[in-house]
């Protein structure tokens, strides 16, 4: 984390909020029109020192419910939001709850795609989907809407046997997906939900507890991604993944014909 960065970031957002747009009174004299960090560290329920020290870039630990508290007061866009968390490295408690809807707008654009393309957000679980990746993945995500959990591409993989089946390379594809998701959460892996998903994976999954240990790290590239599926047959797709703009948390995956 660069933490001078982050305090010079979360003091100058603070010089530029007004007492009064949080409810406090402006008498009295001030040097800068702006609040006080007396007055942060009162909103946010924790010490000038601490907040001080936060903003001098020394290495004092902030929660994701601490930022999320203290985006709200001072009425940071969901840019300056994101970017907040972005340099704190922490998860978006927000994010965590968008995550649970997929919304139409997503189930819009994998809706508009002409081939396999789902969603994935930072737990790996599928928010949205279309037609051609149910028909490609039935035995993952053919979930009712009502169920408890969305289907998750990790448990997909190494606790369902029609996973096993249909992905051509098995082993080689769990190697690379396992290395590739702890690319992605980086630094967040000790943090809930994800370190439970990784215990359970963990604790169901000799393999997946042995290629978790391994270390390894690569990036998700795409490339050419082959199926033997039980009705279609061999079939062979280009993977691209994309970040969606606004919502760093979640990823597009689309399977294009080869």
Known sequence: MTTTTLGEFIRTHRERTTP????????????????RREELAQLCDVSPTWLTWLEQGREVAASGKLLARMAE??????????????????????HEEDAHDADESLQTIVGAIDGPAYMLDRQWDAVAWNEHALALFG??????????AKPNLLRFMFRSPAARGLIVDWEDRARRLVAEFRADIGKHAAQQPLAALIDELSGQSPEFHQLWNS??????EGGLRRFHHPRAGELSFNQVTLHLAQRHDLKLVMLLPT
């Not at 035995?139 to 408890?148: I, K, M, N, R, S």
């Not at 270390?215 to 998700?220: K, L």
Request: no cysteine; charged share 25%.
């Open 73 to 94: 007061v001072l009425h940071l866009t969901a840019a300056e939001r994101s970017y907040l968390f972005s340099l704190a490295e922490r998860l978006d408690p927000q």
């Open 20 to 35: 009064q747009s949080v409810g406090m009174p402006s008498a009295g004299r001030r040097r800068t029109p702006g609040l």
């Open 215 to 220: 270390q390894d790290v690569v990036s998700r």
């Open 139 to 148: 035995g993952w995500l053919d979930v009712e809407e009502t169920a408890p």
